[in-house]
C-alpha cells in the first residue's frame, strides 16, 4: 500500500469521529476508579528511561530502557539508540504511549499490555512532546527545532507528513471530540488551532503572556487551556470557546506544567512550579471566568515538574525531576495531602497516567532496572557570595550517580546578568584543599528584571560523592 494511501485511510478514521474521552483527565464519572490494570509513566531523562508504576500499590514495577545512560557509550561512534528520554503521551484506547527523546530527536511507541516498542521513528530537531490522535494510531509532535508539527506512523513507523506552524512547535494538544489540535511554541506567543482532518488553520489564539511557552493543558471538558510560561513564571488562562485569553496567572518563577482535575463538580487546575518546589492550586467553575487561588502543595522533593491525575479524579501524580521521585495527591482530602512518595528514574520530566493500560497479564515483560539506584540524589541550594548588586543570588546544586561517575548540576538564579560565578568545593582526600569545580556565567535574561538572569542548567562529570564535601560548597562572583 502506498504510504498516501495508508496516511488517507487513517484520516478517513478519524473524520466524524467523537470519542468519549475515558483517559484522564477526564470529567466526573466518565472515568474508571484507579485499578491495578492502569499504570503510571515518567519520563527519565538523564537514566534514558520510561518508569512503570502501578497505582493501586504505588510501587515501580520496573523501568523501560531507551537506551544508554548519560555518559555511558551513547557517545560512542557506533550507537544509533535514543538519547534523553523527555516527553510522553498515550492513545484514548490505552494501548500505547509514545516517548520523545529531545537530543535524538526520535518517536518511540511501546505497548503498554507488554512494555514492548511497537515502532521507533526519527523526526526534525528537538522532538519536545507528542500525543495520539484520536484514530490511536497517528502521532503528532511539537519538533521546537523547526517550523512545523511533524505527523508518525505510530504503528508502522515512519513520517507520514508536516504540518506548518511557525515558532518552534512544543506540543499538541487534541479536544475530547478528537476534531481539533493545538500547538504552542517556544518563539511565538500564540496557540495554533488547526482542523485535525483537513489540517487547516481554524484560529491562532493570540496575546500569551510570553513568547516561550513549554507546556500545556486541556480541561476534561476541553473548555479550558492552560499555557505555561518558564521562563517568566506564568500560565495564560485561554478559553477555547471563545479563543481567547482569560486572565493571566502569576504562578512563580521556573513554572513547569500545568494539568487538571474535577474536584466536587468543580474544575481544578494544578500548576507545578520548579523552583519553589510546590504545586499552586486553582479552581475555575466557569471557563469564560479567572480562575481561583486555592492553596500550594509543598512537594517531598525538589523540582516538582510533570503532574497528571487519575481518571477517577481521586489522585495526582508529580514527578520531582531533581530528587527522582513521584508524590502521590489525595485529591478527596480538602487538604490535598501527599500520601505516598515513590521512588523512580533519573530526572523525571513527563508524567502521565494510562487507564486499563493492561488488559491481560502482569504486564511485567520487558522491564528492567535501570535508572533505579540505591544511592540517593543530593540537592543543596548555595547563596552567592561577593554578589553585593544582587544579594539574593542563589545556585541550586543537584548530585546524582552516573555511569562511574557523578552528575554536577547547577541552576544559578537572580544572578547578575553575563557575569562568570565559580563554584568550589573542599576536597576531603586532597587534605581539606579548597579546589573549583566549575566557572559558568548566567546569561538568560530574566524578563522585567534588568541586569538579572538565570543559568538555567549547567553540567559537569566528575566524582564528587565520597571525594569533595557537600556542605563546604561555595559559589561567588569572579
Known amino acids: 500500500m502506498q504510504l498516501g494511501t495508508q496516511y488517507l485511510l487513517i484520516l478517513l478514521e478519524v473524520v466524524g469521529r467523537a470519542i468519549a474521552q475515558a483517559q484522564a483527565p477526564a470529567e466526573a464519572g466518565v472515568g474508571s476508579a484507579i485499578s491495578s490494570r492502569d499504570r503510571i509513566y515518567t519520563g527519565d531523562q538523564s537514566s534514558n528511561t520510561i518508569t512503570v508504576i502501578d497505582p493501586i500499590a504505588n510501587t515501580v514495577l520496573g523501568t523501560i530502557s531507551l537506551g544508554a545512560t548519560r555518559l555511558s557509550d551513547l557517545i560512542g561512534p557506533q550507537y544509533i539508540r535514543s538519547v534523553n528520554s523527555h516527553g510522553l503521551g498515550f ?12 537530543t535524538s530527536n526520535t518517536v518511540t511507541v511501546i505497548r503498554t499490555l507488554d512494555n514492548s516498542i511497537v515502532s521507533q521513528t526519527f523526526t526534525d530537531r528537538q522532538a519536545h512532546e507528542a500525543f495520539f490522535a484520536a484514530d490511536n494510531r497517528t502521532i503528532w509532535v511539537g519538533t521546537r527545532g523547526v517550523d512545523h508539527v511533524t505527523v508518525v506512523d505510530g504503528i508502522d513507523g515512519g513520517v507520514l507528513e508536516t504540518i506548518p506552524s511557525y515558532g518552534g512547535p512544543s506540543k499538541v494538544l487534541f479536544s475530547p471530540d478528537g476534531t481539533q489540535a493545538y500547538v504552542n511554541h517556544i518563539r511565538a506567543p500564540y496557540i495554533h488551532v488547526l482542523d485535525v482532518a483537513t489540517h487547516k488553520t481554524i484560529a491562532n489564539i493570540t496575546g500569551l503572556n510570553h513568547t516561550f511557552s513549554s507546556d500545556m493543558m486541556l480541561s476534561a471538558d476541553g473548555k479550558r487551556l492552560w499555557v505555561a510560561h518558564k521562563v ?17 496567572l502569576p504562578t512563580g518563577p521556573e513554572t513547569n506544567h500545568p494539568n487538571f482535575a474535577v474536584i466536587n463538580g468543580s474544575t481544578y487546575g494544578f500548576v507545578t512550579v520548579a523552583a519553589e518546589d510546590s504545586t499552586k492550586v ?8 479567572p480562575p481561583t487561588f486555592i492553596t500550594t502543595i509543598q512537594s517531598t522533593g525538589v523540582q516538582p515538574h510533570g503532574l497528571w491525575p487519575s481518571a477517577d479524579n481521586t489522585r495526582l501524580y508529580i514527578v520531582n525531576e531533581h530528587s527522582d521521585s513521584v508524590d502521590v495527591i489525595d485529591l478527596t482530602s480538602s487538604e490535598f495531602e501527599i500520601v505516598h512518595t515513590v521512588d523512580v528514574g533519573q530526572e523525571g520530566q513527563a508524567l502521565v497516567y494510562v487507564s486499563n493500560a493492561v488488559t491481560s497479564g502482569n504486564g511485567t515483560q520487558n522491564l528492567g532496572s535501570q535508572g533505579l539506584l540505591n544511592r540517593p540524589t543530593v540537592n543543596i541550594l548555595v547563596r552567592v ?8 543570588a542563589t545556585a541550586l546544586v543537584t548530585v546524582r550517580p552516573e555511569a562511574g561517575l557523578d552528575m554536577f548540576q547547577v541552576i544559578g538564579r537572580s544572578m547578575k546578568l553575563n557575569a562568570t560565578y565559580e563554584i568550589s568545593a573542599t576536597c576531603q582526600a586532597c587534605g581539606g584543599v579548597k579546589i573549583p569545580l566549575l566557572e559558568f556565567t548566567a546569561a538568560m535574561p530574566i524578563p522585567g528584571e534588568a541586569g538579572c538572569a538565570t543559568a538555567p542548567q549547567v553540567l559537569g562529570f566528575f566524582k564528587f560523592t565520597g571525594v569533595y564535601d557537600l556542605d563546604s560548597l561555595e559559589v561567588y562572583e569572579k
Open 282 to 289: 486553582y479552581q475555575q467553575s466557569d471557563s469564560e471566568k
Open 232 to 248: 517568566v513564571g506564568t500560565v495564560t488562562v485561554i478559553s477555547t470557546v471563545s479563543k481567547e485569553v482569560i486572565s493571566v
Open 91 to 102: 492513545s484514548r484506547d490505552g494501548k500505547y504511549i509514545v516517548s520523545t527523546s529531545v
Open 385 to 392: 557570595n561577593g554578589s553585593e548588586s544582587h544579594p539574593n
